[in-house]
Structures are given as structure tokens and as C-alpha cells.
């Protein structure tokens, strides 16, 4: 389910609430009013740098840390309040999993089965994640690909209404995350609304519905990644390395330029289509051969740099 389908319907309760979320470590603000919601059959993504409160932000709508202000509602239920419940409807994929390294792969599905009253058939998510083959290989024999499968499995095993699956793809070989992010697709358009704190922006520009761009424990921006694109500085990248400098002046008066760098020799302009038609007749004025010259454009990778620079240096 695309962001845009449900964005705004008012028929549509959010299955995720998060509203003026607070909470502090020795005085320091960690999460910093945070709110949002994520709409039921979504990808949702939370971005930032490191210690921009995304995990935290998580591990409270979880329920396993308590936060010191604000409300939080999944599924109608108060983590804090209705912990019994919540565990029934809530999958989690920690940032950090290890089980017991002689625990075979049968063994813990069969063990996570055992905690709820009326689990997924552990031998069908088995098939479906690639791990039959691999039911009697001890968890510390696996690979890394093969222990995310897992922890995908022991999420989904108590048939959540919602996933939160934490850098689940870190430590992966691109074959690997390729592979995950197939079986998130898959996890979603079977009915799970997915809860991603993620920090590679390819996996969050293909997953994710809509995502959340934390900054200092506060949302810098939320959007689908197509409109976090559209708002950042240039929609189209032009790069070259002239034949001889290029004036400033005459950068700065490129139309729809949004910004230009000198770097190592070679210039860098963002802007739009018609600044690369402006920056053609330019060089071509002046005589000035363009080598190497690409024309890009701009990815979330360049939207999440410009969101959570740092201003102030």
C-alpha cells in the first residue's frame, strides 16, 4: 500500500500514534517531541544519524523503555499499560539478536511458537524465508543472511499486525540485503505494517511508503522518499571538471540553480533541467570544454545529507 492511498483519508485510523514523545539520558534530551503516525499496511521508515534518537524513539513504542512524556498507541494499545497485549499483535527485530549458538534453527522456531497461543505454522515460514533446508544447523553456523531469515521468522511467528525490524540488513553482503529486502516486500503485502529504522537510503528509497528523517531527537521532515527528493536542493546534479575556471558570478547567475561547489577541479551545480540547458550555453560562451561531464539526478541520499547537516558550522 502506497503512502499516497492512505495519507490524509480520515476513514483510515493510524495503527501506529506517536504524539510529543520525550525521554532523556542524565539530563540530555535523546527524543525530543517526537510525533507521527504510520498508516495500517505500510512500510515506514526512520532514518538519521547516529544517536539522532531513532532507536530509541522504537524501543519505547515497543514498550521496552519507558518514556519520560508524550503518548504512544499501537493498535489502540498503550505499551506501557497493555504490555500483555501488545506482545501479541507486535513483532520486533532488535538492533542487536543473538540466540544460544548450539540452539538449532528448528529449536528456536519451535520454542518461539510455544510462547503464543495461536502461532504462525513455523514450518510454513520456514519454507517461505529459504530456512528449510537449514532446520537442523545450530544458530552459530548460520550466516549472516541466513540468522537475519531467522530473526525475520521469530518475528513474524506470532502473527503481528506490525514488524519493527531495527538495521536489519547491517553486516549483509549486497546479495544478501537484496534478498531481505524482498522478503519485507513480502512480509508487507501480506497484510503486516512494517516499522523500519534503517541507514542504508537505497533500502529506504525502494522499501519504505513514507519515512521519518530524525535529526537531534527531533523529525526533521516526513515524506514519501519521492517527496524528500523533491524538496532537497536540486533536483538535477551537473558535474564536470572544466578546461579553465569558471566564474563564480556567472554560477550565481544560473537560473533554478539551487547551489554550486568547486572540488578537487571538478564543479558540481544543483538545479534543474533548465539550469543544465543555462550551464551548456555557458560553457559554450565562454569557450570552456566540460570533461567527465554527468548529469544526475539527485537521490535521498542527497535529500538526508541536506536535512541533517549540521547548520550552525
Known sequence: MRADTVQGDPRIMPIIEVNGLRKAYGGRPVVDGVAFAVEEGEIFGILGPNGAGKTTTVECVEGLREPDAGIIRVAGLDPRIDRDQLTRILGVQL??????????????????????PAPADWRGL????????????????????????????????????????D????????????????LIEDVRDSGVTVLLVTHFMEEAQRLCDRIAVFKQGRIAALDTPAGLIDHSAGGTVISFTP???VDDGDLAGLPE?????HRDGRLTIRGTDTTVNAVITLLARHQ?????LRVTDSTLDDAFLELTQDREN
Open 95 to 116: 538492533q542487536e539478536s543473538e540466540l544460544q549458538e548450539k540452539l538449532t534453527v528448528r529449536e528456536a522456531l519451535e520454542l518461539y511458537s510455544a510462547f503464543y
Open 126 to 165: 520456514a519454507e517461505r524465508l529459504g530456512l528449510t533446508g537449514k532446520l537442523t544447523t545450530r544458530f552459530g553456523r548460520l550466516s549472516g543472511g541466513q540468522k537475519q531469515r531467522l530473526f525475520i521468522a521469530l518475528a513474524l511467528i506470532g502473527r503481528p499486525k506490525v514488524v519493527v525490524l
Open 167 to 182: 538495521e536489519l540488513t547491517t553486516g549483509l553482503d549486497p546479495r544478501a540485503r537484496r534478498d531481505t529486502w524482498k
Open 243 to 245: 578546461s579553465r575556471p
Open 257 to 261: 540553480a539551487a547551489a554550486f561547489e
Open 288 to 292: 570552456i570544454t566540460a570533461h567527465r
